[in-house]
């Protein structure tokens, strides 16, 4: 089993809609992270999580939400989801008392959103 | 404005051959740098890391050089095989901060056989 899971993997949605793409991990780590990938560009920071209590805006948090609803658990939403969000989005974990830095951020294997 | 830059997109080599991807960074704060590699379908996974005292870490068929002064760094292969062919990222972190990644935008490197 893996042990970052996004769901789903594929969505189309409108413009408009309120959509919540969800990520779980079996590692046990305090840490997440949603990233979106656009083509031609690397991974951006929406939002990141250092523990349950705690979360932060990253590099492009404007028009996400986030929810940390468990250690294993965050989520992400889009309150209306416009076209320009149109891309690939990953989850990760980390775990820094497993020594280096950055070198312990698992990815998912993504979710590919489509916004018409 | 890109802090991390991968100005090539793309890169074919054959097999055997050696690999070279380039990353420029413009932030001097940053002291920490990360190679991933991504597969289709696939999340990256962490492939190398360089810190800002050296400037060369060896892995294997991998090794990254870093040049402070030029603010650049480098991922050689060699030698390539096919299996190796994936979008690489160059990261990096800036010194005392969280782990937060800022990434290049990526080389998909194809080796053929």
């Known amino acids: 089993d893996a042990d970052v899971t996004q769901t789903p993997r594929n969505r189309i949605t409108k413009t408009g809609k309120r959509i919540m793409l969800e990520c779980s991990q079996t590692?046990?780590?305090?840490?997440m992270y949603w990233y979106r990938q656009d083509p031609g560009l690397g991974l951006r920071l929406i939002y990141y999580?250092?523990?349950?209590?705690?979360?932060n805006k990253g590099e492009i948090s404007d028009g996400y939400s986030v929810s940390r609803q468990a250690q294993a658990k965050f989520s992400l939403s889009l309150e209306s989801a416009i076209p320009n969000q149109t891309a690939l989005y990953f989850c990760?974990?980390?775990?820094?008392?497993?020594?280096?830095?950055?070198?312990?951020?698992?990815f998912g294997p993504g979710t590919r959103l489509l916004v018409l | 404005d890109q802090q991390v830059k991968q100005n090539s997109p793309s890169l074919s080599v054959q097999e055997g051959r050696i690999s070279i991807l380039n990353c420029d960074y413009t932030?001097?704060?940053?002291?920490?740098f990360l190679w991933y590699k991504k597969y289709p379908a696939e999340g990256p996974t962490f492939l190398i890391s360089?810190?800002?005292?050296?400037d060369k870490n060896e892995d294997g068929r991998f090794t990254v050089f870093l040049n402070k002064s030029a603010k650049h760094l480098s991922l050689h292969i060699v030698p390539s095989q096919p299996g190796d062919s994936a979008v690489y990222f160059c990261?990096?972190?800036?010194?005392?901060?969280?782990?937060?990644?800022?990434f290049g935008k990526g080389t998909k490197l194809t080796v053929n056989p």
């Open positions: 990760a974990t980390s775990d820094p008392s497993l020594g280096g830095r950055g070198e312990t951020q698992y």
């Open positions: 590692k046990g780590h305090d840490r």
């Open positions: 999580s250092f523990d349950v209590k705690d979360i």
């Open positions: 932030n001097s704060m940053f002291d920490y």
């Open positions: 360089i810190s800002s005292i050296k």
């Open positions: 990261a990096a972190l800036t010194q005392g901060g969280s782990e937060k990644l800022v």
